[in-house]
């Protein structure tokens, strides 16, 4: 992939987030028909498409560093978007080799990890930290082994222990969700985790999910894309800033609709953990503004389809109801009536 510069930017107060042209271009678009209802749509985690967004196991790109510090200040507002039970800390130590691993092999101009024995040399240079430390001991590091590495990616991570052929989300590093919380959530089953996504008991979706997952097998990740909207580029629409957000989708007007409004695409993968047989589930979100989504016709004419056409308890699920028929009518002048065919690519 291009080599990305990393941007000085804002996901909160000034809001001056904004993709160049190589970020709208591999921007994930989820929506491969003119419908839409929640599914599985798992896939292996292979590389794929050099360049996208699925060409390595963890995706880095031009936000990197912005993201990693809108994640420092939500931890120094609440240090609970970081939670670890005490059972978790050979995950911990699984996911240190994992994100280390993954960074070092696949942006290697970026950071570095040299092993000797249990003598680890991480370096990594977009946030210029160089650290040595005995893999296995705390004590060498400045905090916790899982909290340490995540401050250090984009995108949240929840790790799920297996135990009773069930999942459970023990450990989490939570700052850019889409209005769920980690704290209210730690130590829930899966289905429990899952309770409040519409429709999923009547077609019996996670039943199907959790049986799949629990027989997912190490070296075989596999992903899928989920999506919402929301109003203004903010990574930390949890539940506990809600009254910092939530008065935003009040805000969205024919006039700036272009601009406030959100399309937020989470890249899920899943990694069966070598020590812990726990799952590390990764949520990478990605924002791009209907203004930037419209560069692309076809993007535009889809999304407004699917919009149209999503049932009524999953627009509520998402929050998109005070907004969404002001970005439908927005989007109507592009709107021709062409045949998309299958697929998301945007040409």
Sequence with gaps: MNTPAFKKETFRDD?????????????????AEDEYMYSVNIEQHVSTNPGSVFEHAIDIDEHYIAECEDRRLTLERDPTRYIALPHMMDAQWDMVELIMDSLSTDYPQWFEL???????????????IDQTFTFGDTSTLPM???????????????????????????MGMVTSQADWSIAFDAGMSFKEWHGPVPQANEIGIFDRALKYLLHLQYGSPVRRLNWTMTVNPRLDTSPEEFPLWGPDNASVTPENVGEKVYLRVELQALFRLPRSNAIAFSVRGYLISLDELITYPKWAKRLRRVLTNLHPDLSEYKGLDLYRQTVIDWLEPLEDGAELGLGTQPE
């Design 15 to 31: 809001y001056t987030f904004r993709n160049s042209r190589e970020a709208i271009r591999r921007f994930p678009f989820p929506f």
């Design 114 to 128: 040299t092993k000797n024995g249990d003598q680890w040399h991480w370096i990594n240079k977009p946030l210029e």
């Design 144 to 170: 916790e082994p899982f909290e340490y590495i995540t401050r250090q990616v984009q995108g949240d991570w929840i790790i799920m222990d297996h135990r009773d052929d069930d999942l459970f989300a023990d």
